[in-house]
């Protein structure tokens, strides 16, 4: 079944005038990713050339997704948009909040029992305005999108920073927060800066203990958690052609880690094959007869250098499997140097969990190869040292595995379990036995993201990120330092055996199947649907407006925490055990800000309340602050906001009072989700001035009053001891972006055009 094939078919109808016009006014050959964008326009055809990494562009994206835990939010504020259904094909997933303890069955049923609330508002949401719902254990946001609704050439926003996912299936797929999530399901056009171009050229052929996942990892290594910031990662030559439509996915998936706006590869084979496997005949059909404009130029890929803004060149018949980690997913080493690196930095090298899925890998092609692995040492007689965990990505997916005996070779191992088709440990949502202990000790896994405390709560477990074959044979070996390539193990019988290169299949020979892929679909017309949301519930709160800025300089303000080092939107909103609350605004305003490290006494969640002098809780004090009518600034170091799409992290200080985020750098989703919600995102014109921020400062803005597009706001810092320092901030507000600060948010404003 084919979701939406007449939209498909009305993007590609208007690919060939589109892209001559773009190529006119350009004047030279288009990249893939400037095809999709510039067919993507707003206003249709091109009437100018976009400036890369200066332009403020508006598109209209042909579709957008939701994961249940942002969902929540962006739905909530759509409710507020006056619209009696939404304007682009959506749909929303449920796959956050299920938590990985016991195994498949009881722990889906555990989540249903606890979260029956939020997806039954979910249900009624979807079913009102037109969306599509997935319910419950029908599988992983990404991989269900991948495999029901990505299609070469589309653009897609989502609310989830993984949502580049699709680029497997070509598109440019990108992770917003909700704001423009609503922005689109509202009719409306959807703004980015025309983003840079990064491009990766794959030369050679992976073999042995490769895979697509160590493409990414040494991509990562190269690049840093910020080197893609602001661009698109655009996959070509050889080496990308070779690669499985999932094995693209998984690249596309963690070039989040980068900071990239999204990562994506040209329509080839592997696209049709995995088109076709999944029921979508019908997408090739109309994707071929436009198939040269669903690619870069050949110009463009013979002369990479003339047309992206920053080449890198990668042998795959070269590479070799990496180990990324811990604490962050840059820090990339060959595993043939692990063992020194490991022994250098001190370590644990024995491992008691690895865990295999996620949105990044937990296809039918990434469960086949760690299968394989597994299938090899039983047959050898070896038993695994760690416990190995599996989170299928989707129903499909699980049944079709279980159908072709995948899932019971996993269970050959006695300690495995079989999780839901759902994010848990991914996404901290994992009940680990003793992680409350706070041990030192290391897991490793084939997910994407590896911050402190992420996982399991335990801001002492070394997470390291690999790819599943590698996971299944680390999790043999119960070691780190193992390298199959090289290494032996020992059998029960005391034989020194090896284990096989890993073995899979890119699709099943039988085809996919499942009974049930636990989709809603909407009414027709959903007019009659109640939505209905206690007044007194924890879980769920309806929106009230921010208020919009008095046209006055902010004075008086304080300084709330000076944050220190890393702080990702897991240390702005902790996800885990606060996922609960991503429907109850105040609620979920109690996670604020607690995991970042206060500068001023290296510790979490223990700032100075300057109205007393004591020291308390961050969103405590952060209270006391707005109930004394005192606003507040925070103040934060490089890529301040890297990781997750979740608008939380900027509606958090928002709803408790703070007036502006000062930081050395952003990372985009973050920098823009501020603005979607009336906040002042700034960053530092001199990054030194970052010490010049004392925990007593006064704070004020002396030209706030003067805001305007690319001209820098003044701050003055009064100390205790009467001295002050002034300090320059720049800011990326277009006319547009300050006339929502003015009314208080991007909903506000669309509020009044409205009305």
Not at 398 to 419: C, Q, V, Y
Not at 428 to 452: C, P, T, V
Request: proline share 4%.
């Amino acid at each position: 079944m084919t979701f939406d094939i007449d939209m498909i078919k009305k993007v590609y109808e208007r690919y060939p005038e589109r892209i001559a016009i773009a190529r006119q006014i350009t004047g030279k050959p288009l990249t893939l990713s400037e095809k999709i964008l510039y067919t993507h326009l707003w206003e249709g055809n091109a009437t100018k050339e976009y400036e890369r990494g200066n332009s403020y562009v508006d598109f209209a994206p042909d579709r957008v997704a939701m994961q249940d835990a942002t969902a929540q939010m962006a739905l909530l504020q759509f409710m507020q948009a006056g619209k009696a259904k939404v304007a682009v094909p959506s749909t929303a997933h449920a796959d956050h909040l299920i938590q990985a303890r016991v195994g498949a069955e009881a722990d889906l049923q555990e989540g249903i029992n606890k979260n029956s609330e939020v997806f039954n508002f979910l249900s009624s949401v979807c079913d009102k305005y037109g969306i599509g719902f997935w319910k419950p254990g029908a599988g992983i946001i990404h991989q269900v999108v991948l495999e029901n609704y990505a299609f070469p050439g589309g653009m897609m926003i989502g609310t989830d920073s993984h949502t580049v996912n699709a680029g497997g299936l070509g598109m440019v797929a990108i992770g917003v927060g909700g704001a423009d999530a609503v922005d689109v399901m509202a009719g409306m056009a959807w703004e980015l800066k025309m983003p840079k171009l990064i491009g990766v050229k794959l030369t050679g052929k992976m073999s042995g203990w490769t895979s697509a996942k160590d493409v990414i990892l040494k991509v990562a290594g190269i690049l840093t958690v910020k080197g893609g910031t602001g661009c698109i990662v655009e996959y070509f030559g050889e080496g990308a052609i070779s690669l499985s439509a999932t094995g693209k996915g998984t690249i596309c998936n963690m070039g989040a880690e980068i900071g990239a706006t999204t990562s994506t590869f040209g329509y080839d084979d592997s696209m049709r094959r995995y088109l076709a496997s999944t029921g979508r005949q019908d997408v090739v059909d109309a994707a071929d007869k436009i198939a040269e404009h669903l690619t870069g130029d050949a110009e463009v890929y013979a002369n990479p250098e003339q047309y992206f803004d920053q080449v890198i060149e990668i042998n795959l018949s070269e590479l070799t499997p990496h180990l990324n980690g811990p604490f962050t997913p840059d820090l990339a080493t060959p595993v043939s140097e692990f063992k020194e690196k490991a022994i250098a930095n001190g370590w644990p090298i024995e491992v008691e969990w690895a865990l295999i899925g996620s949105c990044t890998n937990s296809s039918y092609e990434d469960l086949s190869r760690a299968a394989s692995i597994v299938e090899d040492a039983v047959a050898k007689g070896v038993k695994p040292k760690a416990i190995l965990g599996i989170n299928p990505g989707s129903e499909q997916v699980k049944f079709t595995a279980e159908r072709d005996g995948f899932l019971n070779s996993f269970r050959k191992f006695e300690n495995a379990r079989i999780f839901t088709n759902a994010c848990g440990p991914c996404i901290g949502q994992w009940d680990r036995e003793g992680a409350e202990k706070g041990e030192k000790n290391s897991i490793i896994h084939s997910f994407n993201r590896n911050f402190a405390k992420r996982a399991d709560g335990n801001p002492n477990t070394h997470a390291f990120v690999a790819s599943p074959e590698m996971v299944a044979a680390i999790a043999i070996s119960g070691r780190l330092d193992f390298n199959p390539i090289t290494d032996t193990l020992t059998a029960e019988n005391g034989e020194h055996i090896r284990l096989n290169e890993p073995q899979g299949f890119e699709l099943p020979s039988k085809g996919f199947a499942v009974d049930d892929n636990g989709y809603q679909a909407p009414s027709a017309d959903g007019s009659s649907v109640q939505v209905n949301v206690s007044p007194t519930s924890d879980r769920l709160q309806l929106l009230e407006e921010f208020p919009a800025w008095d046209g006055k300089n902010i004075t008086g303000a304080r300084v709330l925490i000076k944050a220190f080092g890393k702080c990702t939107t897991d240390h702005i909103s902790m996800a885990g055990p606060w996922l609960k609350y991503r429907g109850h605004l105040d609620n979920i305003s109690n996670n604020m800000l607690i995991g970042a490290v206060n500068a001023y006494n290296m510790e979490t969640n223990k700032v100075k309340n300057q109205l007393d002098g004591s020291y308390g809780e961050v969103p405590a004090v952060q209270r006391a602050y707005k109930a004394a009518g005192i606003p507040s600034i925070v103040v934060g170091d490089q890529n301040y906001g890297e990781g997750s799409s979740r608008e939380h992290a900027a509606m958090e200080p928002r709803h408790l009072g703070v007036k502006a985020v000062l930081v050395k750098s952003f990372a985009r989703i973050h920098e823009t989700n501020l603005k979607k919600q009336g906040m002042l995102g700034l960053t530092f014109a001199n990054e030194a001035d970052y010490d010049k921020i004392q925990e007593d400062d006064v704070v004020n803005f002396l030209d706030l009053d003067q805001f305007a597009p690319g001209k820098q706001l003044t701050l003055e810092f009064i100390h205790t001891d009467g001295t002050k320092d002034i300090v320059m901030a720049n800011h990326t507000y277009n006319a547009q972006q300050i006339d929502w600060f003015k009314a208080g948010s991007a909903l506000n404003l669309i509020k009044q055009q409205e009305n």
